[in-house]
Structures are given as structure tokens and as C-alpha cells.
């Protein structure tokens, strides 16, 4: 049974940074691709972005490119999300999540089969 574990999220003022951790069991780590989304109150959940196996393929969403840094440890079992530059609209709860389609990073929610319960990050003005 595979988990995802997120943490990391919290209280920050504009222009700090986060880094949030998924920590990833019950199934080889390598065998999977990660992704991170967010849902905001009120709006559906969102993609942010997503890794490969290896790390050797990323993408994100176009608006936290240049401030949103995603990566992966394949020796701890863990992939991770670096959030620079916060604004007050990146208020939302982070999901991480896996795919099987370990070849590439994938976008689509559906293709996602296991995720994470989420952190809730609040940004303030």
C-alpha cells in the first residue's frame, strides 16, 4: 500500500519561502513519477508541478515557473517542493501525489493514482 506524507506547510508573509517534503512508502520510490497540486477555498484542485523517475524531466504550471522549484530524493524516498517568492494567492492546500508513469512528469490529475491528505500553506500580505 503505497503512503504519501506531506509536510512542511505553514503561516508565512509574502516574499518568504517554503519547502515542503511527500515522503513516499510501500512501494519502490523509483518505480513512480511525483507531482504537486493545490487547491485553493472555494476553486478545483490545481497542478503545480511534476518530476520523473530520475529528475531528468520537470514541469510546471505556468504561473509559479520561476518561483516553484520541485526535485526529488530517490535515496530517501522523498520528493520535494521549494517555494520562493510567496504571494498571498498561492494560499491553498499542497497535495503531493504518484504516478506510474514513472518516464516522465506528468500533468494530468487522472493519471495520479495515489496522493497525499495535503498542508495547508497560508500566505500573508
Known amino acids: 500500500q503505497v503512503q504519501l506524507v506531506e509536510s512542511g506547510g505553514g503561516l508565512v508573509q509574502a516574499g518568504g519561502s517554503l519547502r515542503l517534503s511527500c515522503a513516499y512508502s510501500?512501494?519502490?520510490?523509483?518505480?513512480?513519477?511525483m507531482g504537486w497540486f493545490r487547491q485553493a477555498p472555494g476553486k478545483e484542485r490545481e497542478f503545480i508541478a511534476a518530476?520523473?523517475?530520475?529528475?531528468?524531466?520537470?514541469t510546471y504550471a505556468d504561473s509559479v515557473k520561476g518561483r516553484f522549484t520541485i526535485s526529488r530524493d530517490n535515496g530517501k524516498n522523498t520528493a520535494y517542493l521549494q517555494i520562493d517568492s510567496l504571494k498571498p494567492e498561492d494560499t491553498a492546500v499542497y497535495y503531493c501525489?504518484?504516478?506510474?508513469?514513472?518516464?516522465?512528469?506528468?500533468?494530468?490529475?487522472?493519471?495520479?493514482?495515489?496522493w497525499g491528505q495535503g498542508t495547508q500553506v497560508i500566505v500573508s500580505s
Open positions: 501525489a504518484a504516478s506510474f508513469m514513472h518516464m516522465r512528469a506528468v500533468v494530468a490529475t487522472t493519471l495520479y493514482a495515489y
Open positions: 518530476i520523473s523517475w530520475d529528475g531528468g524531466s520537470t
Open positions: 510501500g512501494r519502490t520510490f523509483s518505480t513512480v513519477s
